[in-house]
């Protein structure tokens, strides 16, 4: 089965407002990642926290890190048109966890949807 | 720098023929992964290589094979195409933990149809 699981699976806002996802995951990890994927495109990289932070920022993106309640959610602020696009979280689990060093898994994925 | 390149972008196959899927990175990178995508199941992982000569099984691998014969190159091989290997496939590579960054970089996709 999956280790990530993104909450809620669709999201549907307007231009300017604020936009939140979840991710939720089974084992222990060494570090979270989320991604995003324009319609038929490959993912690119956004932001990395490790087991050990908290909370981390890039431009408009938030990050926080729960790693008690395996947790770990996405906001992006003053959303774009242009930040239409499906978003995944992916774990690199810990080693010994029950899972195999350095694989990287990844989750469902949330579509976001901002209208003009 | 081209990044991830995957070969074919799109290809047909008939039920039963068989196929290799190339990818290729030039940024030395250590970890190379291949995962298909279907809708409503996100990324799924097929097999993964951790290094030259090594490769292991993800969360899907029945049915596929890999080889990493050269560190920059990871190959993906259907023996016997069937209709539910019908997906999108991404290939992706990182650095090593050692090196402190385990961001991966994704190739473009192929588009496979088993008819």
């Known amino acids: 089965s999956q280790q990530g699981e993104e909450d809620p699976q669709a999201l549907s806002i307007q231009e300017g407002e604020n936009a939140t996802m979840n991710c939720s995951y089974k084992?222990?990890?060494?570090?979270l990642q989320w991604y995003r994927q324009n319609s038929g495109r490959g993912l690119v990289h956004l932001i990395l926290i490790r087991s050990n932070e908290r909370e981390k920022h890039s431009g408009r993106l938030r990050v926080t890190l729960d790693t008690s309640k395996k947790s770990s959610s996405l906001l992006i602020t003053a959303s774009r048109a242009a930040d239409t696009a499906s978003y995944f979280c992916?774990?690199?689990?810990?080693?010994?966890?029950?899972?195999?060093?350095?694989?990287?898994?990844f989750g469902k994925g949330t579509l976001l949807t901002v209208n003009p | 720098n081209a990044g991830v390149t995957q070969t074919p972008k799109f290809r047909v196959l008939k039920t039963g023929q068989s196929m290799t899927l190339l990818c290729a990175q030039d940024m030395n990178h250590e970890y190379m992964y291949w995962y298909r995508q279907d809708p409503g199941m996100g990324l799924r992982l097929i097999h993964y290589?951790?290094?030259?000569?090594?490769?292991a099984k993800g969360e899907v691998p029945d049915g596929y094979n890999v080889s990493r014969l050269k560190k920059q190159n990871f190959l993906l091989g259907l023996e016997s195409a069937a209709p539910s290997q019908t997906s999108v496939y991404f290939c992706?590579?990182?650095?090593?933990?050692?090196?402190?960054?385990?961001?991966?970089?994704f190739g473009q996709g192929t588009r496979l149809t088993v008819v």
């Open positions: 992706a590579s990182s650095y090593s933990r050692s090196r402190g960054n385990t961001e991966a970089f």
């Open positions: 084992t222990s990890i060494n570090n």
């Open positions: 290589s951790v290094g030259e000569g090594t490769t």
């Open positions: 992916a774990t690199v689990q810990t080693p010994g966890s029950g899972g195999s060093n350095y694989k990287l898994t």
